[in-house]
């Protein structure tokens, strides 16, 4: 079975300081994953996924994740921390062939002046 | 651009109403979803469809219905609206085996 762990429920930093997201996975299969986020009152939106290409996927707005099969994990990083990052950001995990997305419980980051 | 569109936004409704919550995209997705999400909680997977004509119910046990007449639209309906109703319903499309979903802006209902 198919699950998805976000490891932190909130997370803040300072403008200008790296982020770190955090997610762990279970998957029996070849996985897909994906990091979303949602911004108040927003619709989700994607910022990047796997597909069992390059492990090291480059998103939109300077956000990166790094696949690491032998840890089960799919952290979520930019280099450099916005005002505007401020949201919530969700972990999904699917399996090729499945109409099932599994979203872990989400990370609020707050980003501090 | 994804062009994936929920109405209404905001809904405030009296129990006991009967509603219906629209989701139409305009990609040609063959897939389309309805989730629902509480303030702060993670996304539950209440109903989905893979093509016209095919529904299926999610994991979360819910008491809305769905229809799948034309591929760009999918309709969410509650016959008797009720305050555990109360929540964000968001509508999601995605096409192929596995690729992203694209999400609309979200409804969010409330019922007194």
């Known amino acids: 079975a198919q699950s998805v762990t976000q490891l932190d429920s909130h997370v803040s930093v300072s403008e200008g300081t790296p982020v770190l997201l955090r997610c762990n996975y279970s998957s029996s299969y070849s996985p897909s994953l994906f990091w979303y986020v949602q911004h108040p009152n927003k619709g989700l939106q994607l910022l990047l996924k796997y597909t069992s290409a390059a492990t090291l996927v480059k998103g939109i707005n300077g956000f990166e994740a790094e696949f690491k099969k032998s840890e089960t994990s799919f952290h979520l990083t930019k280099p450099s921390a916005h005002m505007s990052d401020a949201a919530e950001y969700f972990c999904?995990?699917?399996?090729?062939?499945?109409?099932?997305?599994?979203f872990g419980t989400g990370t609020r980051l707050k980003v501090l002046a | 651009e994804a062009d994936i569109y929920q109405t209404p936004r905001y809904l405030v409704i009296g129990t006991g109403k009967k509603i219906t919550l629209e989701c139409s995209q305009t990609?040609?997705?063959?897939?389309m979803y309805w989730y629902q999400q509480d303030p702060g909680m993670e996304l539950h997977l209440i109903h989905y469809s893979y093509g016209v004509n095919s529904t299926e119910k999610g994991d979360l046990s819910s008491e809305s219905t769905v229809s799948r007449i034309r591929t760009e639209h999918f309709p969410l309906t509650l016959e008797s609206a009720r305050p555990s109703h109360t929540s964000q319903y968001l509508c999601a499309s995605s096409e192929g085996r596995v690729y992203e979903q694209y999400f609309g802006p979200g409804t969010r209902l409330t019922v007194t």
């Open positions: 990609m040609g997705h063959d897939k």
């Open positions: 999904v995990v699917s399996e090729v062939g499945t109409y099932k997305y599994i």
